[in-house]
């Protein structure tokens, strides 16, 4: 009777037990990574970018949109527009480590040159809300409402926000962290690169109603003057910049234009289905499609493809482990 007794309280207390052990996921090895962060299925895809192959899966229990490597090169920072909080995962050990209470409404992240602190963008709050990588907040600054595309001048030591809705760029001093200064530009702006040698923010967007935004609109950094536009049909809203070619991505028409500084058109290819994300790493391009669940590794030179990979559902964002631990 005894033996019974304590058999019916430990089929009692193992759900509780084990409710309380921290779920593990697969080790992720120490190998030159890109991670998918998956919102259709909430999973994260590890490739391993030297074999071109998926190394590992995660799969998630909360909806993340996005995720910042930090410099340990083993821990990862998520956060989603609905969660409570901002995860912290270890890739080696596979499971949570910690969390940033951020509430919800984080739309974006930015780990900035110096290493020391993170930049999210809160649309909740509108504002831009700076961390150091304890978590602790250390400032917010407020922005029109809706910001979403963030850019780091590093050696202006600014950070520029485009606000999606209000037509409206804003400058914040690195620094001091306050705003500076605030630009009017284009309706439904999304997705920036900019050129600190000429001083130029290039910024695509989605359009407005039933118009279809084409163009890429070029505005001077200082002045916030439009100083000309570039053809990307259509909806260019990702941008990368390597050996003066300017990389655009306009996902309403699943092209990939590679760009002289000038505008002029080196190369272009259709690649990938919604592709809206994309990454370098080291001489390969990445290019994420959302729709076709798949990361396609492209030679920068000629947009050639390498190779597709089969991902998870519905990749919204790339993030890179550059260097090893």
């Known amino acids: 009777m005894f033996k019974k007794y304590w058999i019916f309280i430990l089929i009692l207390i193992t759900p509780i037990l084990s409710s309380c052990t921290e779920k593990r996921l697969p080790s992720i090895p120490d190998i030159y990574l890109a991670a998918t962060v998956n919102i259709k299925d909430m999973t994260v895809s590890f490739v391993d970018l030297k074999k071109m192959a998926i190394a590992e899966e995660w799969k998630m229990e909360k909806p993340y949109t996005g995720a910042l490597i930090l410099p340990d090169g083993d821990t990862i920072l998520f956060y989603g527009n609905q969660l409570e909080t901002a995860d912290l995962y270890s890739l080696e050990q596979g499971k949570k480590i910690g969390s940033w209470e951020t509430g919800t409404g984080i739309v974006n992240g930015l780990l900035l040159e110096e290493g020391t602190e993170a930049a999210l963008v809160d649309q909740n709050l509108n504002k831009i809300r700076f961390f150091d990588l304890n978590g602790k907040e250390l400032k917010q600054i407020e922005t029109e409402s809706d910001p979403l595309t963030i850019l780091e001048s590093k050696s202006e030591q600014k950070l520029f926000v485009l606000s999606f809705n209000n037509e409206k760029l804003a400058v914040i001093d690195l620094q001091t962290k306050e705003k500076t200064d605030e630009f009017t530009i284009h309706p439904s702006a999304a997705g920036a690169w900019l050129n600190e040698a000429s001083n130029e923010i290039w910024v695509g967007g989605h359009g407005e109603g039933s118009e279809i935004e084409q163009d890429i609109h070029v505005y001077d950094s200082e002045t916030g003057e439009l100083k000309r536009t570039i053809p990307a049909p259509s909806m ?71 190779k597709s990979i089969k991902v998870g559902e519905g990749p919204f964002k790339i993030v890179l482990r550059e260097r090893m631990k």
Request: glycine letters at 4%; hydrophobic letters at 40%; charged letters at 25%.
């Open 236 to 306: 260019p809203i990702n941008f990368l910049e390597k050996d003066d070619y300017v990389y655009v991505l306009s996902h309403g028409s699943n092209m990939l234009y590679k760009l002289k500084e000038s505008g002029e058109v080196d190369a272009s290819v259709s690649i990938a289905a919604n592709p809206f994300e994309m990454a370098f790493a080291e001489d390969k391009l990445l290019v994420a499609g959302y729709d076709s669940n798949d990361i396609h590794i492209l030679n920068p030179e000629n947009l050639k493809s390498l």
